[in-house]
C-alpha cells in the first residue's frame, strides 16, 4: 500500500481502525514555527467520533501524540510524526464481512488485491477512522497557513435534500472562516440545522444513511500558486479530497454549473481595487485560473457519499460459497458522515495548499 502525498510537505498516514494506533508522517515543515497545541485538539473534537446524534456512537478521545517534529511547541524541521490509541474497538462485529463483502465498501476490492490478507475490522486501514491524523496534521498546516495570512475554512452545504446558504464567493472572509471553523455543526443559514438533522434522523430510524456536500475556501492566498496543466491547484487540491474516504465528487467556482453557462456569464471580469490589487466581479473560477491562483478566494465543493455500511439489510456475495447473499451490517456507523468529515476537508485543503505554497518558495 502507498498512503502517503505530497512533494514538498509530504503526508504519510499508517495504522487500522481497530489497530493498537493509528497516525501519520509529516515531512517538510519549516522549522521555527510556533504551533499551539491546544488548537489542535479544537480541530480533533469536531472529527471526534461519540459526540452527536449524527455520528457513530463509537466513543474515542482521539488525543494527538506528539512523538517527534516539536520541541516546546516549536517546530524542528524534523519529521513530525504523530499518533493516536485506539480503545472502543469491537472486532467481533465483522467476523461476517470477510466472506460477504460490503456493497460499496473496499471489502471486496481490497480482498481480491491484496489476497484476503487486508484487515477488514472496522474497514482496517480503509477506514474513517484514519481521517483523524489527517486533522491533527491538517491543524498543523492550518497554523503555519495562518501565520501567512491565510484562512482555511468550510460549512456543510447540504445533507440530503436540505441546503445552506452557499459562501458569497467575492467576499467570503477570514473572520466568516475562522467562525465556522470552531463549530460542529457549521452552517452560514442556522435555520437550516433542523431540518438537515431530521433527514439524518429520518435515515437512521429507516436504517440507513444519508450523503451531502461540503463547501470549502480559503482566502488570503497569493496570486500564482500552481502551475498549468498537471500541476495546478485543481489537481493538487482534488488529489488531497479524493483521499478522504466516502469523498465522490470535487468541483472548484462554478463547477458543474459552467455546464449551463454563456461565456459572458461564466466569465470572471476584473477591476483595479482602491488599493491597486486586481480583482473580479464574479468568482465563478473559484480563484483559479489557469491552474495559478488568481488572488481571489479559493472555492470548493465536495459531495460525500451516505455511508456504505447500514443496518438495513442489502445483497452482496458470499466469497467462500461463491453464491449469492444477504447482509445485515452490525456494528455502530454514522448515519451521516457530513458533520464529522467538514474538518477532515478542512484538514486536507489545509496540507495541499502548504505543498502548493511551500513549492513556490514562499515559506
Known amino acids: 500500500m502507498n498512503s502517503g502525498i505530497g512533494n514538498n510537505i509530504r503526508l504519510s498516514v499508517f495504522g487500522e481502525s481497530h489497530g493498537v494506533a493509528i497516525g501519520c508522517l509529516l515531512e517538510g515543515l519549516p522549522s521555527g514555527v510556533k504551533i499551539d497545541y491546544e488548537s489542535v485538539l479544537a480541530q480533533m473534537a469536531r472529527r471526534a467520533p461519540g459526540k452527536d446524534k449524527t455520528a457513530t456512537t463509537r466513543s474515542e478521545a482521539d488525543i494527538p501524540e506528539i512523538i517527534s517534529g516539536i520541541v516546546e511547541g516549536v517546530t524542528t524541521g524534523a519529521p513530525l510524526a504523530i499518533i493516536i490509541k485506539n ?6 462485529n465483522y467476523n461476517n464481512i470477510k466472506d460477504n463483502p460490503r456493497p460499496s465498501h473496499s471489502d471486496f ?18 477506514s474513517g477512522r484514519l481521517t483523524a491524523p489527517i486533522v491533527a496534521a491538517g491543524a498543523i498546516c492550518r497554523q503555519i497557513l495562518k501565520q501567512k495570512g491565510i484562512t482555511v475554512g468550510g460549512h456543510i452545504s447540504q445533507i440530503g435534500t436540505v441546503a445552506d446558504t452557499p459562501f458569497d464567493p467575492v467576499n467570503v472572509s477570514a473572520n466568516e472562516l475562522d467562525n465556522l471553523s470552531k463549530k460542529f455543526f457549521a452552517l452560514n443559514n442556522l435555520d437550516c440545522e433542523e431540518p438537515m438533522r431530521n433527514e ?46 466516502a469523498v465522490k465528487g470535487v468541483s472548484f467556482g462554478a463547477g458543474f454549473g459552467y455546464a449551463s453557462m454563456k461565456g459572458s456569464v461564466a466569465n470572471d471580469q476584473m477591476y483595479f481595487a482602491d488599493d491597486g490589487t486586481v480583482k473580479c466581479y464574479t468568482n465563478n473560477c473559484g480563484g483559479i485560473t489557469g491552474g495559478i491562483t488568481n488572488g481571489m478566494p479559493l472555492i470548493v465543493s465536495v459531495a460525500v457519499k451516505p455511508t456504505p455500511s447500514i443496518a438495513k439489510e442489502q ?29 477532515v476537508l478542512e484538514a486536507a485543503l489545509s496540507v495541499a495548499l502548504l505543498d502548493l505554497l511551500v513549492k513556490g518558495d514562499r515559506v
Open 200 to 245: 439524518v434522523e429520518q435515515a437512521r430510524l429507516g436504517l440507513d444513511s444519508v450523503g451531502g456536500m461540503v463547501e470549502l475556501a480559503a482566502v488570503g492566498l497569493p496570486v500564482g500558486l500552481g502551475n498549468p496543466m498537471f500541476s495546478g491547484v485543481e489537481n493538487v487540491v482534488a488529489n488531497m479530497l479524493y483521499g478522504i474516504p
Open 109 to 126: 476490492a481490497a480482498a481480491v488485491k491484496y489476497g484476503g490478507n487486508n484487515d477488514i475490522r472496522g474497514g482496517g486501514h480503509f
Open 87 to 92: 480503545s472502543d474497538t469491537r472486532s467481533h
Open 315 to 343: 445483497k452482496t456475495v458470499n466469497l467462500k460459497t461463491g453464491e449469492n447473499s444477504t447482509l445485515q451490517i452490525e456494528g455502530r456507523h454514522d448515519p451521516c458522515i457530513v458533520p464529522r468529515a467538514l474538518p
